[in-house]
């Protein structure tokens, strides 16, 4: 049966003259295509406008990743090949047909005269256009929606895995403590100095394990926002002295000096004694891990005034180290985030560029967080010959009076 190309074309613009689509009847092409015909190409450089008069087409794309995805179905009456018409540019998308498919094509020329002599197609393909867009948005949103909520569910699987590996380390752990101990105070063990040396190492290496696995779990329970803070009015000076000595052995071996510098009067702050330590005891690891021997750490801090915080107490923590390059500098704080290579770290916990699980830092912004305040760092760069060091920040409000008196 003869198709009425003027009839299907009055029925696609009916603003047009009879003249004009008497003309146009001449110009354009009727073609129809069997199933599975790809009638656009993504990428070809090809301009020709389609209109369909029977059938159906399915329009797809190739996304990062190779994978082709379907937009949409296009069906009687509805349009295609208008955009890369209109950009000059290579097709977007592949448009096959999926069962028998009649179109009218209409070259560049063509096309553009009808858009000239025809403002209700002009404004038709600007509102066909916004809504195709707007549902390219739309599956882009939701593909992006999925991509993190996997990300998501991996990163549960992550720390549901860490929560139980270190729930199950902790049992065998505390076993060997305990033989330790009972080697340790055993009388032949005693007047042996072999054996009290070896006992020594088991016990120091039990211990650390015990670290990491504490760090383990203080993790898990960060993320799970159950991280308790039970508050008190702390003295920083009470804490710097303690890591101080805490670290004097690390420090000596690596060569490094620690400074501590409080300026002015620094009131309490209102905090949990056990994660400030935490807090500073893992800022002061890095800043040992990170500089070179003969470098140098200093601690300072001081009474300040913050916008929407108000009184505070600031602390800087600046190390001789290697620097932290810019791009890096927010997402340290992210768990599992490290510079560099893992498998290249050394192991010691405060020997230069020693490794760790890439969670202190996590720690510390979960903790400050905990705490109201906020932690971020400066530092010029990475540079292992020029050494620019860095300098981690930290921002905790300050008591106030009426907090002490509840006390
Ligand atoms: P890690 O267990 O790897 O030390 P952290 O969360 O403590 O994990 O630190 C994340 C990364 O931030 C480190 O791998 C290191 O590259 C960088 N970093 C942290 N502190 C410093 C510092 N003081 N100087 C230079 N780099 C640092």
């Not at 270190?166 to 076993?175: F, I």
């Not at 060569?255 to 500073?280: R, S």
């Not at 003969?294 to 801090?301: A, E, H, L, R």
Request: hydrophobic share 40%; with cysteine; proline share 4%.
């Amino acid at each position: 049966m003869e198709m009425d190309v003027v009839t299907k074309l009055r029925e696609a613009f009916p603003d047009l003259s009879e003249d004009t689509l008497q003309q146009l009847k001449g110009l354009v092409r009727v073609a129809t295509y069997p199933p599975n015909t790809l009638i656009c190409e993504e990428g070809a450089y090809e301009y020709v406008f389609y209109l369909i008069v029977d059938g159906e087409v399915e329009i797809t794309k190739h996304f990062d990743g190779g994978e082709e995805r379907v937009l949409r179905h296009s069906t009687v009456g509805d349009f295609f090949g208008e955009m890369a018409l209109v950009q000059q540019e290579p097709r977007a998308a592949n448009v096959r047909t999926t069962r028998d498919t009649t179109v009218i094509e209409f070259d560049k020329e063509v096309f553009d005269n009808l858009l000239a002599s025809s403002p209700e197609l002009a404004w038709r393909m600007v509102r066909t256009t916004f809504d195709r867009l707007r549902s390219n948005d739309q599956t882009a949103l939701s593909d992006l929606h999925e991509a993190y909520m996997t990300l998501a569910r991996l990163d549960k699987a992550k720390l549901d895995f860490i929560e139980i590996a270190a729930h199950e380390l902790r049992t065998p752990l505390t076993v060997i403590q305990g033989y330790a101990d009972v080697l340790r105070n055993n009388d032949v063990i005693q007047t042996d100095s072999v054996l009290t040396e070896i006992v020594g190492g088991i016990m120091r290496g039990t211990t650390r394990l015990y670290e990491i696995v504490n760090g383990m779990l203080d993790i898990t329970k960060i993320d799970t926002d159950t991280l308790k803070t039970s508050r008190v009015p702390v003295l920083l000076q009470s804490v710097f002295a303690e890591l101080k000595n805490e670290f004097s052995s690390a420090l000596a071996e690596r060569k490094l000096e620690l400074h501590v510098k409080q300026i002015g009067d620094v009131p309490y702050i209102e905090a949990d004694p056990n994660l400030i330590y935490k807090v500073f005891y893992q800022l002061l690891v890095n800043a040992i891990k990170y500089t070179p021997d003969n470098g140098s750490i200093t601690v300072t801090y001081w009474l300040t005034e913050v916008e929407r915080m108000g009184p505070a107490v600031a602390i800087a923590v600046q190390d001789t180290g290697i620097g932290i390059d810019p791009k890096h500098q927010k997402a340290i704080f992210e768990k599992f985030y490290q510079i560099g290579q893992v498998a290249l770290h050394s192991s010691g916990k405060t020997s230069f560029k020693g490794g760790g699980p890439g969670l202190g830092l996590a720690l510390v912004k979960g903790a400050i967080e905990a705490h109201q305040g906020m932690v971020w760092v400066e530092s010029e760069g990475y540079d292992e010959e020029k050494l620019p060091g860095s300098a981690f920040k930290v921002l905790l409000p300050a008591h106030t009076p009426d907090f002490l008196s509840q006390q």
